[in-house]
Nanobody, 117 residues
């Protein structure tokens, strides 16, 4: 099973930027979709951005134009650049690898992002 480790969370003021990074290990990830999800207190986990192995990207409406997902296939990483952060972006952010026909999906441990006023 692929292991995912996130980094880059922290405290930032509204309007600021953060870059999250997720490193995958323990299997082939280049052919699989990777993404970022988030969960705020008392809320359900929601999709933020995903990038398929072929490069296609999809974003939640709430982050379009502010967040950007990118992958480095040689390093098995997926990053999330977050600009113009808002208070409502405060959440634990999780990296996720989608299941393949033979392998299950898996989650990272999460990294906290807190946006202050």
């Amino acid at each position: 099973q692929v292991q995912l480790v996130e980094s880059g969370g922290g405290l930032v003021q509204a309007g600021g930027s953060l870059r999250l990074s997720c490193t995958a290990s323990g299997g082939t990830v280049s052919t699989r979709t990777l993404g970022w999800y988030r969960q705020a207190p008392g809320q359900q986990r929601e999709m933020v951005a995903v990038q398929a192995s072929g490069g296609a990207k999809n974003y939640a409406d709430s982050v379009k134009g502010r967040f950007s997902i990118s992958r480095d296939y040689s390093r098995n990483t997926v990053d999330l650049q977050m600009d113009n952060l808002r208070l409502e972006d405060t959440a634990v952010y999780y990296c996720y690898i989608f299941p393949s026909p033979r392998l299950p999906g898996s989650w990272g441990q999460g990294t906290q992002v807190t946006v202050s006023s």
